[in-house]
């Protein structure tokens, strides 16, 4: 809402809770990457977890910040019900399956990968409005 100034024309804004903000990614081209000597790699992936660390410690900052400037456009902010948020999830296709069995095909772990995040998530505490479960 704030990095593109919605709230300057937003009227209404609905707070839905089905996922994640991400804030920022940091990506690099495989074939660039490989170019770049271990030294150099070396300094991307700890600038990466940087930001990483960076980016959850203010996620709820800059959530705020967002709603803020919502309310100070005068927008109406509207928030899912826990029951419309299972509706509209149980409506969703399988992503967690399915992007498991892309990794998969790949070669990857994704099965595995996802089994963990979801463990990971219900272990810290998260409540999903869908069960997810990985086949």
């Given at each position: ?31 660039t990457w490989n ?28 959530t705020e910040e ?36 892309e990794m998969n ?31």
């Open positions: 809402m704030t990095a593109y100034k919605l709230y300057e024309v937003a009227t209404f804004a609905i707070g839905v809770g089905l996922g994640a903000e991400i804030v920022g990614l940091p990506v690099i081209n495989r074939d170019k770049l000597p271990p030294d150099i790699q070396g300094i991307f992936m700890k600038t990466a977890e940087d930001a990483k660390q960076f980016n959850a410690q203010n996620l709820a900052k800059y967002g709603i803020k400037k919502i309310k100070e456009g005068k927008a109406t902010i509207s928030e899912f019900s826990w029951d419309d948020r299972v509706k509209w999830a149980n409506l969703m296709d399988d992503y967690p399956s399915e992007w498991a069995k095909a790949k070669g990857l772990p994704g099965t595995e990968v996802m089994r963990l995040f979801l463990s990971s998530c219900n272990k810290l505490g998260h409540t999903f409005p869908r069960q997810w479960a990985v086949k």
